[in-house]
């Protein structure tokens, strides 16, 4: 029985003045992943190739256990997929697209889930989507979505837009799924605080390509910020380990990478006094995953 | 549950040391049991909304320690340690007094100096609360 | 929590009959407006006035055409461009599937509503003295050409996924709606007959009506060709 909730291996797709390249990715059920990269770096291709809706050039990919794109509906009975430009239909009322789902899913649709959820999310069910605000909007498709209980939810930007109190409503929820072992989240973000709090496994994406991806604790143990005093001749540089060096007069603030004890008796040695030792922020291992990337300097 | 976790994410460190501090409070003061089965590890990660696996460092961490026993397919409890309340809050406490000692060395002061300045703040920490 | 009994066997019929029955519910009321508006017209056909009775049959024609425009914009073309597609293809279907479902809720509200109207037709003509039982042939041949001309569009709508290109095949098909008529109207096998007293099935009027077939099998094959071609369904 397949132990994961989606895999890809080798996956790439060119479109025209866009590619994406050689992606290895896949998550363990009962996990939840998320996705960051800037725009345009690919995060929505990489869900639609896993949604079956836009095909891969090469490269496999197995979505809880089938074949994409070729047992997609099979595999689509048992996702939930909320994306950012998803609409539902604007003169219909959000009844009659529970209706709706009610029908298709009939043995998978929770009426008590779905009331509850109208009280929790703060929704009119007889409100037509036109009339709804656009938080409104976006949580009436997760209530559309979660309440049909899937063993895979793929969310494209789930809370971008959202109030902070909508936004509290919706994370709860999708924590609420994993509670079953057996479900699991795939999710891209720009908000990098949901994906550090959320997240077992993140996986960094930039022009295309696959910057890195691992699990939120790893990453976060392998990244420091140090802040140390020097004097003139010092012998600290970027290498291997050290990404960036900033001067500020006589301190020199560092963004260290694969992080252990050895590197703080190194930097003594070559002259520096620690001042400072921090964790670093996930937007800020980001950034500097990405920049190290761009500027092809090895790991 | 989730009200007696409050978990910050603006708090500079590690959501899994909050989260470790947070248990040791509860077991330091009673709220949890010597020998209670403490929630799963799914159950709080949902609960506090925060990953799996940082709750899974944080109850690793904790058996380290001493503070948490895991039995595989049955669950985690509170260690069996009478002194385990008073274990932990002089851990803690330590902790802040080392701290205290390495600050007061690289200012050059003595441990005795320390002991004199710890007297005198706690002498007037007394006198605002008496105002 | 419910249990999930997968069972793609049984989802897949009914998800195509889902998503007809949404389309066919999402556009039911200005339909019947239509359809109000052509039966009026039919009964147009039957007053003295020859201006009327030409006024009745612009309108008449005029309802066949907005219905079948109406379809295929709102099923076809704004869907996507209001982006219900990802929606729709985030449910347990493939593209295929899809296109079929289109396919289908097109055809079942035009030719309801074509079928009344045709109907309504043929028993205006047979049942006024005035109206020559031989123009059952001309009628006929035009209204299928009205089909023609619907699954052309449906096709176009459906392979472009563009509303530009939908609403320029549209206009042109109107255009030379008139120009078919006169065109039908001007051949030797058809204007000698039709003012006669009965209709006459010769086969000049057959060949046409066999080639009207043809032309619609050929684009609804067309597009389920080239529709499983497509690889990007977004």
């Known amino acids: ?299 | 549950m989730n009200t007696l976790f409050a978990l910050s994410q603006k708090d500079g460190r590690p959501m899994y040391l909050q989260i470790m501090e947070q248990i040791k409070q509860l077991v330091a003061h009673g709220d949890w049991q010597q020998g209670e089965k403490v929630p799963s590890i799914r159950e709080l990660a949902v609960a506090t909304r925060v990953s799996v696996i940082t709750v899974k460092r944080a109850y690793q961490e904790l058996e380290r320690e001493g503070v948490l026993v895991t039995q595989q397919g049955v669950g985690s409890f509170v260690a069996r340690n009478e002194d385990l309340g008073d274990q932990i809050m002089q851990t803690e406490i330590d902790k802040h007094l080392n701290a205290a000692l390495t600050h007061a060395k690289s200012y050059g002061i003595s441990a005795a100096d320390l002991i004199m300045r710890l007297q005198h703040l706690s002498a007037k920490n007394e006198d605002d609360d008496n105002e | 929590m419910k249990t999930t009994i997968p069972n793609s066997s049984t989802t897949k019929p009914s998800v195509i009959k889902s998503l007809v029955i949404k389309d066919i519910q999402l556009n039911i009321y200005p339909v019947l407006a239509y359809l109000l508006v052509g039966l009026l017209s039919l009964w147009l056909l039957t007053l003295e006035h020859i201006g009327i009775f030409y006024g009745g049959a612009v309108i008449m024609l005029s309802m066949i055409i907005i219905v079948g425009a109406h379809m295929v914009i709102t099923t076809v073309t704004t869907e996507r461009n209001e982006h219900n597609l990802a929606f729709i293809m985030s449910l347990p279907i493939t593209f295929i599937q899809y296109t079929h479902a289109k396919i289908i809720a097109n055809l079942v509200v035009f030719l309801s509503f074509w079928l009344i109207i045709v109907s309504g037709l043929m028993l205006v003509i047979f049942t006024q003295a005035e109206i020559p039982n031989g123009l059952a042939v001309y009628a006929l041949i035009l209204m299928l050409e009205m089909v023609a001309v619907f699954i052309l569009v449906l096709s176009v709508g459906i392979i472009s996924e563009s509303h530009a290109w939908t609403i320029v095949v549209i206009s042109i098909t109107n255009i030379s709606l008139s120009l078919f008529m006169f065109w039908l109207s001007s051949i030797e096998g058809i204007k000698n007959h039709m003012e006669a007293t009965s209709p006459v099935w010769n086969s000049t009027a057959l060949i046409i009506i066999a080639a009207e077939v043809g032309f619609m099998i050929l684009c609804l094959g067309l597009t389920y060709y080239l529709q499983s071609r497509k690889r990007d369904f977004l």
Not at chain 1, 40 to 65: E, F
Not at chain 1, 222 to 243: C, D, G, M, S, Y
């Open chain 1, 1 to 299: 029985m397949n132990d994961k909730a989606f895999e890809m291996n080798g996956v790439g797709r060119q479109y025209r003045h866009f590619s994406l390249d050689n992606i290895d990715l896949s998550l363990a059920k009962g996990g939840i992943m998320g996705l960051i990269g800037p725009n345009g770096a690919g995060k929505s291709t990489i869900i639609r190739i896993l949604m079956g809706l836009v095909a891969a050039d090469h490269g496999d990919i197995k979505v809880l256990g089938h074949p994409m794109q070729a047992s997609q509906a099979k595999a689509k009975a048992d996702i939930g997929y909320v994306s950012e430009d998803m609409r539902l239909y604007k003169n219909a009322t959000l009844n009659w697209h529970m209706a709706f789902i009610e029908k298709i899913f009939p043995n998978q649709w929770d009426n008590q889930y779905a009331d509850l959820l109208l009280k929790k999310f703060d929704l009119i069910a007889n409100q037509k989507i036109k009339g709804m605000s656009h938080g409104q909007r976006v949580k009436a498709g997760i209530l559309l979505m979660l309440a049909r209980h899937p063993k895979l939810l793929i969310l494209d930007e789930p809370t971008t837009g959202l109030d902070p109190v909508a936004r509290k409503e919706v994370i709860n929820e999708l924590m609420a799924v994993l509670a079953d072992e057996d479900r699991s989240i795939l999710f891209s973000s720009h908000n990098t605080q949901d994906v550090e709090q959320l997240s077992d496994q993140i996986t960094f994406i930039d022009r295309g390509h696959l910057v890195s991806s691992d699990d939120k604790e790893s990453f976060l143990e392998k990244w420091r910020r140090v802040r140390l005093i020097v004097n003139e001749n010092h012998a600290i540089t970027v290498n291997n380990q050290i990404k960036e060096v900033t001067k500020i007069g006589h301190t020199l603030s560092l963004v260290i990478n694969n992080f252990d004890e050895h590197i703080l008796a190194d930097l003594t040695s070559k002259g520096g006094n620690i001042q400072q030792v921090d964790y670093m922020s996930l937007e800020e291992i980001f950034v500097a995953e990405v920049e190290a990337k761009r500027q092809g300097v090895t790991q």
